[in-house]
């Protein structure tokens, strides 16, 4: 028995969900455009077989580890690994009962949707998972994992992916996109520029990195003008070298400012000194955005802004394994005031700034207002804890009405995990479809229209937003 | 082919359905009420033709020129006038074909459904707008707009609507509406007290406002007691001579204070001598409100407050094009800390205060609660931004458990343009009847009260809120 | 004809309505647990009759006579006494005719559906309350609460009640627990403590609650060291005697604080000599909730916090009839920072936080985030104003994706009107398998799991999460 349902999250109503599949079935197999995400290029570089089934499912996904330890699971019994290299459970197979005892959890989250999607389109899975299936679950994956076929260049041309984006530092080398640049595969894989070591004088070692940074881009990075020179080399470098088309910034707050360049070079010295109070260095940050988006004025790369959460909120928690343990929680943003400073800099030339959000409060009250009249401002999706059915349709029903389709950039996976890109691409087309089939039954979409819709959402607004 | 379904907005379950049709047939010929608006009193007071589909459908609706401009089309191109008078595109007919080629970015809009409704039912049109029918539809409209059936007082009496207001400033001598009155046609249209040039000591020419205040009113209105005699005396004026029932007032936050007599003539001082800080200018419209409530105490007007707009959000597009282009973004406002101060002095009366949110978060939190339990407040129907299908739907499923349809007060279509009156209107009751036939389909209101409340929502809460 | 629809509540579309309705048949019967509430221990200790109607279904319901007020009827018109002792309406007839002529505004609202559950299923009226029918109704229902069958106790018992706990002061003596313990009737009414009364340094008479406290404590209270031996006592008299398993929070904001443990003491000394700031009497609270938390550790009682209401947001009202007279507004609550101190302290035990909200604009963005993923902390369900079909709709849709069923509690009524308890239980578990049928017919949740989460949602995670 399949565990997937043929119609999952297409409206109920007989006639609606005809629509929407009808819709559905014309963009399925479209090839997937992944314009941001989290994959590790290494991946794709070296091509390596994953080492087993809790590796590739549990350890490094922090929706699923999140859950289970909301449940008072010790992250180490996940094999979660400690920060001082300290024991934690090494048996991936006792990982993997432990999680399929409690698979319950996961009902009704999108993590179940895309890890069913998975384990049946993958792996071939036939049964649900919990404690008694759990050793013949594991050992159909585990066998599967030592096939070629499930190396993750295979699995990138099975799933029809196009072309995916990964983030890297200012700091990298790119060495594993050059790798792929140069072997006869065909998957293109591309990066994009994150400079939070060398933005953000908070960073762990922020000054040692401007030095690095300034050795790698050749320019004199601790002074104010140097500092941006070697931002220009290196955005030069990853669109070169990497295939970089977009930049991506990951601040607390959505706080931007366009400070005077003496005020900004001031500024500069203090962070490389260390004297930065926590407001100067939110003002740097927030002046950094707008430098970044006057950069891509002149190189092209498309801006993303991620801003909105409280990271590593247990300190405990951080202590013992450090950062991306489930605890980045969102949290209330302004982005009316936030934004103002860089959108009166740059909001109306033809860059563009794509906004994402965790604060959905937002969507109807600011954000599709602010996209439905700068040229420059685009929304990007329904993002990681609304990277859901619920909170895709949310976000359909609180922007379209103001900002439209067409000033929405389609979807992003922002994945960490390989299998889960069909799944989730997968979500996105059927509630985006189910919306549209709901329009159209509604009478404010026309039938004819509604094909174009579905195809701009599922593909073209991708490409074109993200210049792939 | 009609451009629009006729059960558009209505549930897609054929039982609903028919629920939400039978209760829509009862109320779809009411006369329109329209309480609230921003139409031109000039209109109806000369009557003369409009001069061209662009200027009725484009150049003034900013729904429609920041939707185009949000994709890059510069203002000036669709006609939209520059503040230093430099050129700008004059021939509507190139805006017209401009507006066409992009008519697919209101898919899934309020705007497309407002100008499809007018198109179909003002017009006769019956292909949709594109760049392909874009000369002939701009063709007809233009026709139709030289016939005599097509001036406003004509248009208004085939809207069937019963009275609409506008607003006036207290510096307006009213002549359109004296003019209005002596004519033999039997339009009503009252006008409504909106003194934003007089209270807000930010306001351009403040000063010399409040001296041509008290000019007009015969009061020495540069003290305080003058200044509030002023404001009775063109309170009266405007219910007299302008049929005025109500006053509005739109800060940027719902700040009201309740000062000492002292205080307040002391900013009030401040103000005209241009020395208050940004905190005191608030603090005096916060206390102008409560001023306000209490007038409306004694000469019964009721009062409208329409707060949380962040005006010319663009530095540059102000200075270029001025106020209301589209550049308003709402933002968050807290109403339980804003508003005690005026329910605090009035909120057990019999006086009326009109609220209005762009904060939809507030609904259930803030304003349902309040409205609920304070004799005086009630809820402005969804505005601006939310007066669209989904954010009816969202006013409704957050306000009526806790506040009930009695302490709302009908629907305003708040408009500029005078062709989409009937389509807002229409809307409104369509979506209304539809959260109805839900309500009964669904156990929640029985199907004997559903047509009384349908008829109260689309006619009388109105009429008995605004005391027409 | 009966009052309510048998269907109420369930998706209209037949097939889903059938999903639903064979979900709700199998945890229709269970038996109520009903862990937080308001209900009165002397009601189930003296088992005295009710008064009349309106002191059973009016007087006392704050819900009941809010609306009623909002629509200008006085306070005191509703036989609601007055803190001066005041004449008000005396005759309870009086004031049921007016609650039966203004039955209207109760329309959509959650108290139609529980007062008309009350009528049909406790005292079997079929007619609706109006002006015609209220003599006849008041006669039916005075009759009955003159039968043996009506008293408190027999009510708990035919409402199929498990158990039900209500709240007390640390300064109650539980006399009224301690006489149904002693008494030979089977029911279950425990008590929870509520300490505010001496943790809240603004309460009325605060240093002579303390002062009490450490009487009944048999400690000195007014040292730091004595006061928290003298909770600990309470707490540990409150699971004894009036069998407690849990405590009940209610501070205006949701701070919390950690303080070293000097600093505690010094605000402890501040509060007692009445010398607080706002502030600091505010940390105070912050850091109390920290102190329960680390003694919930000790001794296993469940803490609950219900934050941000703004009380008695009416002077004028709260200077003629006090507290809780529906002037109670909700307000916005950053949980991310607030609850931050608290987390920290215990949020990665096994003790067990549940969290209460009025403002659902934190479940998507801050509730669900953080309740899954904190070992300690559960959201409660919907509260107050969203005890309601909408709200309890929106509390799932927005929770469930990223916190899951299992991180939730099931359902509290929280009431203080005896006759709602079978109604709003049955509210709930309507909602609720409304909601799992609509997961199931979008493949969201599989066919076989949805009873098991039912029966979860009706029952067991009530009894699991309170430790009943």
Redesign the interface.
């Known amino acids: 028995m399949p565990l997937?349902?043929?119609?999952?999250?297409?409206?109920?109503?007989s006639?609606?969900r005809a629509l929407a599949r009808g819709l559905y079935e014309a963009v399925r197999d479209l090839p997937i455009v992944s314009p941001h995400g989290h994959t590790d290029p290494a991946w794709f570089a070296l091509d390596e077989a994953f080492a087993d089934p809790s590796a590739l499912f549990v350890t490094p996904d922090h929706y699923v580890f999140?859950?289970l330890?909301?449940?008072?699971i010790p992250l180490n019994a996940l094999g979660v690994p400690r920060r001082d290299g300290g024991a934690v459970e090494s048996d991936p197979r006792a990982v993997w009962r432990l999680f399929a005892q409690n698979y319950?959890?996961?009902?009704?989250?999108?993590s179940?949707?895309w890890i069913d999607h998975a384990f049946q389109h993958v792996f071939g899975v036939t049964e649900?998972l919990s404690a008694d299936t759990a050793d013949a679950i594991y050992d159909q994956i585990a066998g599967s994992l030592a096939q070629p076929e499930f190396r993750p260049r295979a699995l990138y041309d099975r799933f029809g992916i196009e072309v995916i984006a990964t983030t890297e530092s200012p700091l990298d080398d790119l060495a594993h996109h050059r790798t792929i640049a140069d072997s006869d595969w065909q998957g293109r894989v591309i990066t994009a520029y994150r400079p939070d070591a060398v933005v953000d004088p908070d960073f762990e070692g922020f000054a040692e990195n401007v030095e690095r940074f300034g050795a790698l881009a050749g320019e004199d990075a601790t002074t104010w003008q140097g500092y941006l020179a070697a931002h220009r080399n290196r955005r030069a470098y990853f669109k070169t070298v990497g295939g970089a088309t977009s930049t991506d910034h990951g601040h607390p707050t959505a706080r931007t400012e366009d400070l005077p360049q003496t005020e900004a070079a001031a500024l500069f010295v203090r962070a490389l000194q260390g004297k930065c109070t926590p407001d100067e260095a939110d003002r740097f940050r927030g002046h950094m955005l707008t430098e970044m988006a006057r950069m891509s004025l002149d190189d092209g790369l498309v801006m993303q802004l991620h801003p909105g959460s409280?990271r590593n909120?247990?300190?405990?928690?951080f202590d013992a394994y450090g950062r991306d343990k489930?605890?980045d929680?969102?949290?209330?943003v302004?982005y009316?005031?936030a934004l103002?400073p860089l959108?009166?800099a740059v909001?109306?030339t033809?860059m563009t700034l794509i906004m994402f959000t965790?604060?959905?409060?937002s969507y109807?009250?600011?954000l599709?207002?602010?996209?439905?009249?700068?040229?420059a401002?685009k929304l990007g999706p329904a993002w990681w804890?609304?990277d859901?059915?619920?909170?895709m349709r949310r976000f359909r029903?609180?922007t379209?009405?103001?900002?439209?389709?067409?000033?929405t950039v389609g979807f992003n996976d922002d994945t960490r995990a390989l299998c889960s890109i069909p799944a989730r691409h997968d979500v996105a087309r059927r509630v985006d479809c189910a919306y549209l089939a709901?329009?159209v039954?509604?009478?404010?979409?026309?039938e004819d229209?509604a094909p174009?819709?579905a195809h701009d959402l599922a593909y073209r607004l991708a490409k074109e937003a993200y210049k792939l």
Do not use: C, K
């Open positions: 997937l349902d043929e119609d999952r999250l297409f409206p109920p109503d006639e609606i999140r859950m330890h909301s449940q008072g319950h959890l996961f009902r009704g989250t999108p179940r949707l649900r409280v909120h247990s300190g405990a928690v489930g605890y929680i969102p949290t209330r302004d009316v005031t103002r959108l009166n909001g109306e033809d965790l604060d959905e409060s109807a009250r600011e599709a207002p602010l996209a439905g009249v700068y040229p401002l804890f609304h859901s059915a619920e909170g029903e609180m379209t009405e103001t900002a439209g389709f067409y000033n709901g329009l039954a509604t009478g404010r979409l026309a229209e174009e819709v």
